[in-house]
Nanobody
Framework: HVQLVESGGGSVQAGGSLKLSCAAS??????MAWYRQAPGKERESVSF???????AYADSVKGRFTISRDDAKNTLYLEMNSLKSEDTAVYYC????????WGQGTQVTVS
């Protein structure tokens, strides 16, 4: 049974920082990713980290966000700095295995 539980969302002023966490269970040897969905917009990819630690970022977050994983803790992270109002969205954790598994999302609001 796969379970992904995000935490760490909240409200922050522009220029501030947040760190999201995703506790994963029931998945192993999968790539992991963060997606986000703003009101009225489609879900978009934010960042991806492969099993070997290779990372990729959307152009809109490069240099501001950092994805990491701690496989010993089965936890995925997204450190977000220099937040902008356009970063406001529900952020979803995803496990990219033979299929994609999704968390329930955590709200990030930047004002």
């Amino acid at each position: 049974h796969v379970q992904l539980v995000e935490s760490g969302g909240g409200s922050v002023q522009a220029g501030g920082s947040l760190k999201l966490s995703c506790a994963a269970s029931g998945v192993s040897r999968c790539g992991m990713a963060w997606y986000r969905q703003a009101p009225g917009k489609e879900r978009e990819s934010v960042s991806f980290i492969s099993r070997d630690g290779t990372t990729a970022y959307a152009d809109s977050v490069k240099g501001r966000f950092t994805i990491s994983r701690d496989d010993a803790k089965n936890t995925l992270y997204l450190e977000m700095n220099s937040l902008k109002s356009e970063d406001t969205a529900v952020y979803y954790c995803a496990a990219v295995c033979a299929r994609v598994y999704w968390g329930q999302g955590t709200q990030v609001t930047v004002s």
